[in-house]
């Protein structure tokens, strides 16, 4: 049998389906969030990977910020959960999950059996999530991907000192405007997410081993400096950004075999 996890986010939507609650079988991701018809597209796309049809998933849990008003779902379940359950079964080890979204960084610690012991949020400011990237790219005129490589070739990174988006652009541009290389503003760009999103996490205590989740996760400049900040390795996969979709698609299997006792209906 299969379950579908849905993960509506700010800026993305992704999608999981799990067989029999212990096999990845598809996933899918939608450059488009909540408010969009992003979550239908990513939901028509899996179905599409996979060869399955609706009347194939026997259950669907939604999570993320849109999952409140997404009616296609069977129930919704917080990301905080979702992450936690995802990263759980992949990562058995992992006691502090660092995930960076869109709009807010969020660090989880978990105890051995998976289950959240604390976490700290930041969805106040966009300096320290996905959105500072995605403004810094937007400036400098280049896309998301090719952020780590810019700062995997900085020979001295800029310090990005301002605590404001809107201030720190300024900054960027005026650093430009000197002859500052584009290598070295975007290191420090970089550098500027992992040190608030390391500041949230010491508040915290940052217990190994550590994963980082969300979209972020796959810019190995943010990644390497985070991992510097906290004296740690940072663990992640080719499933980081999937990670809310994955926990939503083992709880879509859970919230199934309680109600069904685990019995197929064919
Ligand atoms: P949400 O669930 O809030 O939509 P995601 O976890 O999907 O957030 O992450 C989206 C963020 O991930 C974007 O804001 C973007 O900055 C970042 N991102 C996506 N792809 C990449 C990439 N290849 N390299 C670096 N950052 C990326």
């Avoid at 939507?13 to 979550?39: F, H, M, N, W």
């Avoid at 992640?236 to 209906?265: N, P, V």
Wanted: net charge negative; glycine share 10%.
């Amino acid at each position: 049998m299969y379950t579908l996890g849905i993960d509506i986010g700010s800026t993305t939507s992704k999608c999981v389906i799990l067989e029999d609650g212990s096999k990845i079988i598809a996933k899918s991701l939608v450059q488009a969030g909540t408010g969009t018809d992003g979550p239908e597209r990513a939901y028509n796309e899996i179905l599409d990977a996979s060869k399955l049809k609706k009347e194939d998933i026997a259950h669907i849990v939604a999570t993320g910020y849109g999952r409140a008003i997404y009616t296609s779902a069977n129930a919704d379940m917080s990301e905080l959960s979702c992450h936690a359950k995802g990263v759980h079964f992949l990562f058995p080890d992992v006691r502090t999950i660092i995930d960076i979204g869109g709009q807010d960084a969020k660090v989880i610690r978990l105890n051995q059996q998976g289950i959240i012991d604390s976490f700290l949020m930041n969805d106040k400011c966009a300096a320290g999530t996905g959105r500072f990237l995605d403004v810094m790219a937007n400036i400098l005129q280049i896309s998301i991907n090719e952020l780590e490589v810019y700062a995997s070739k900085a020979d001295n990174p800029v310090k990005i000192s301002s605590t404001c988006t809107v201030f720190a652009e300024s900054e960027v541009i005026s650093q430009l405007a000197k002859g500052v290389t584009i290598e070295n503003v975007v290191a420090g760009i970089c550098e500027s997410v992992a040190s608030r999103v390391a500041a949230l996490a010491k508040r915290n205590r940052v217990e190994e081993k550590v994963y980082m989740s969300g979209g972020v996760a796959q810019n190995a400049g943010v990644r390497n400096a985070l991992a510097k900040e906290l004296g740690t390795e940072i663990l992640f996969s080719e499933y980081s950004q999937y990670m809310g979709a994955l926990g939503a698609a083992i709880a879509a299997y859970e919230k199934w075999r309680k109600e069904t006792g685990g019995k197929d209906h064919e």
